[in-house]
């Protein structure tokens, strides 16, 4: 066993060096690649805040050039030697919020631009990454959602699905304190790709429910979730959606001081929380850096019902659901002129409690290394050149009662390039290639799965055309995968397809649209479903695959319309999502060891629902505001022609909730609910409904430099009782009960 430490270890670091070079001499070389000969032009603004006077401690950014200069005193900024092109301009200030405008640069002219900041956040002024170029929600015909700023600070939980399981659309899988996935709109596992900077995160997570995302929220500053056509851009693996998460590891902008950072502390009353984190930044001149680390402890949680695991009762603590995580990243990158080369290492290890099984606990070890190579000067016929490469080393042992019982191992390595077309007319957009291999294996009691080598490689192009008011979206990408397991008596698989979708835009004046979008795409069989076969603790079944299975593919159209007016700001979003050959355990009905036996098969399936959010201004000023929040979300999943629910999809869920701000002072009260489940799939269980009450207040403080951030927050205050249906563990494992928080932040 150590001697295959020691080979895993050599190949790792031959592939880091490899990828260095890679990306040093790809990055250099279209940087120092001849300009054509064009006129640039400058980009002059004026910030103002709400009130009319210019904002105190503000900073411009032209994202896609990867620029960011200091505010004047006056409220004046400006961008030089800028390519002709669309962009979007944002200022932001730690009081008064933020503002977007987008701007158009003429060869050879100056534009000007004026930009009014809010200290509330509207829809259509979050900037997304859901194409090559930089967009507003309201530019992109995807529904999109993007927590950041207060919004993720509130919603932050140990993990990335618990802290996006509030948003309109999404829900959790809630297996542990220690794992919880995301679900979109009833999509979970291997159909939902979780990506950091863009790149895959290289776990085991969407092996198993009781496997953990490599991604510690404390350390997230921004997530986007794309659904629709949008997600084309990143492969098979996300046909029902993407989770992007954005954490700063790599430095992404020249830093305007030496050394600045956060130190952040944190306790929780219902598991008895402690946490830790700190942020540092730095450099100047070509040079920045970053350091990050993250400890959290955190105790077996309280829970509100009756307990039914091991045929106890009564409330208290829930044995075995503790969970400790620590996690650390340092990085720096390297500016030459119009471009940069940067590089991050990563540590994430997380050790916690599988609440089902007394006695067993996960013990978790990430170690990350990624590269992030840019060119924002024009060469050619291109914009631009995006270079993105990371490789993980992954391990996780199942510890029952602490002696090792099984071993999961998962090498995995991602490369992807974009070059980013400059604006021709009309037309903008990107073309592309990526490619990934992973080798999952797994060695022990719980081993079944056979040692599997993936190997995937993609050719993209997505494309823009403005008209206006109204753009047009066009994309495409051809997927191959080679999938091959041990022993060599097991046949390998390889498959190849074509997705494509079509999208379009209407501006409907002001700050409102509406969009449609099309998209065909399709998902190949993992390792998990082609060759398992035995017996899946965290399902509760014996999981057999089948080599045969074809590739499932499915036809999506969304329509949403989305805005503002006068005193009223909302989004509506309607789906349907009719799958071919769509890929699921059966549970038939069997048993083997006396766990149900699990068939991978297939059978066509349909999705329906939508999500609605509406935001109405109770009463406003300059400097407050105060608005009813109105939001709910519905799917529902069947095999087509059958009328039989799919596993695991969400109830209807709505509510209301009152939310303040002010420049120092935000609050906010909700309610929510859950309606009762009872469209149910073959071995499934009724899943109750029910009502939670959240609440929070914050409140900034500012002294010179330096910010201060306090942060009290209450969830489940009515200490209900509550149990999720796309657990899979919901009838033995409830969620939390009441919990008080306190956060303290130093920024500086």
């Not at 979050?126 to 999109?144: D, G, K």
Request: hydrophobic share 40%.
């Amino acid at each position: 066993m150590r001697w295959v430490t020691h080979v895993r270890d050599a190949a790792l670091a031959r592939r880091a060096v490899g990828l260095v070079a890679v990306a040093t001499w790809v990055s250099l070389g279209a940087a120092a690649a001849p300009v054509a000969a064009q006129l640039l032009g400058v980009i002059v603004g004026r910030a103002m805040g709400s009130d009319g006077a210019p904002p105190k401690g503000a900073e411009a950014t032209l994202p896609d050039l990867r620029l960011k200069v200091e505010v004047a005193t006056d409220g004046s900024f400006s961008f030089t030697e800028v390519a002709p092109g669309s962009y979007l301009v944002v200022v932001s200030s730690p009081v008064q919020g933020h503002g977007v405008s987008r701007v158009e640069v003429a060869a050879g002219q100056t534009a000007e631009v004026e930009i009014q900041l809010h200290v509330v956040t509207h829809s259509e002024e979050l900037v997304v990454s859901a194409s090559p170029e930089l967009r507003s929600r309201l530019e992109i015909a995807s529904p999109t959602t993007v927590v950041t700023g207060e919004d993720l600070d509130i919603a932050r939980q140990a993990t990335l699905g618990e802290t996006l399981a509030d948003e309109p659309g999404i829900a959790a899988t809630s297996f542990a304190q220690g794992a919880s996935r995301p679900v979109i709109r009833g999509l979970e596992g291997d159909r939902v790709r979780m990506l950091t900077g863009g790149m895959g995160t290289g776990d085991a997570s969407s092996t198993s429910p009781d496997h953990g995302v490599t991604i510690d929220p404390a350390t997230v500053h921004r997530v986007e979730v794309l659904r629709g056509p949008a997600t084309l851009l990143y492969g098979s693996s996300a046909i029902g959606g993407v989770v992007n998460v954005e954490d700063g590891r790599i430095p992404a902008f020249r830093r305007n001081l030496p050394l600045s950072g956060r130190v952040e502390i944190g306790l929780g009353s219902v598991s008895g929380e402690r946490r830790g984190s700190l942020a540092l930044d730095g450099g100047g001149g070509e040079w920045a850096w970053h350091i990050d680390g993250v400890v959290t402890d955190a105790g077996d949680y309280e829970i509100a019902g009756p307990r039914q695991l091991g045929g106890e009762s009564g409330g208290g603590s829930l044995a075995n659901s503790d969970n400790h995580t620590n996690s650390a990243s340092v990085g720096g990158t390297r500016f030459f002129g119009r471009g940069s080369l940067g590089m991050s290492v990563a540590g994430f290890e997380s050790d916690y409690g599988l609440p089902v099984e007394p006695g067993v606990r996960i013990d978790m070890r990430q170690q990350r290394f990624d590269v992030q190579g840019e060119v924002t000067k024009p060469f050619g016929t291109f914009r631009g050149l995006r270079l993105r490469a990371g490789l993980t080393d992954y391990e996780h042992s199942e510890l029952d009662h602490g002696e090792v019982a099984t071993v999961f191992f998962n090498d995995y390595f991602e490369a992807r390039a974009e070059l980013i077309q400059k604006r021709h007319g009309r037309l903008s957009g990107s073309v592309g290639a990526q490619f990934s291999s992973q080798e999952l294996s797994a060695e022990g009691l719980e081993a079944f799965l056979p040692p599997t080598d993936t190997r995937d490689w993609a050719v993209f192009a997505f494309e823009q055309i403005d008209f206006g008011r109204v753009s047009l979206e066009l994309g495409g990408r051809y997927d191959n995968r080679d999938v091959a397991a041990a022993p060599a008596a097991i046949s390998d698989r390889s498959f190849g397809d074509f997705s494509a979708s079509a999208g379009a835009v209407v501006r409907t004046g002001g700050e409102s649209a509406v969009s449609v979008s099309l998209a065909r795409a399709h998902k190949f069989p993992n390792g998990q479903e082609l060759y398992s076969h035995g017996v899946h603790a965290a399902t509760n079944a014996f999981e057999i695959g089948d080599p045969t299975l074809r590739p499932e593919s499915s036809v999506g159209v969304d329509v949403s319309v989305e805005g503002s007016r006068g005193r009223l700001t909302g989004e509506l979003a309607l789906f349907a999502q009719d799958f071919d050959d769509f890929i699921f355990p059966d549970v038939a009905g069997a048993e083997i060891d006396g766990f149900p036996v699990a068939h991978y098969r297939q059978t066509d399936a349909e999705f329906r629902g939508g999500e609605v959010e509406t935001s109405i201004e109770v009463f406003g000023t300059d400097r407050h505001h105060l608005d009813l929040k109105l939001f709910a979300d519905y799917v529902r999943a069947e095999q087509t022609g059958r009328g039989q629910a799919l596993p695991r999809i969400p109830p209807l869920g709505y509510g209301a909730g009152l939310h303040f701000h002010g420049e120092r002072t935000h609050a906010r009260l909700e309610w929510r609910r859950r309606d009762e489940q009872d469209r149910l799939a073959t071995g499934e269980t009724t899943t109750a409904g029910s009502t939670v009450v959240n609440a929070s207040y914050s409140h900034r403080f500012i002294a010179g430099e330096q910010i201060y951030d306090v942060l009290l927050r209450g969830r489940n205050l009515t200490d209900a009782e509550v149990r999720v249906h796309t657990s899979f563990v919901k009838d033995q494992v409830p969620m939390p009960g009441r919990d008080v928080s306190l956060s303290l932040r130093l920024q500086f």
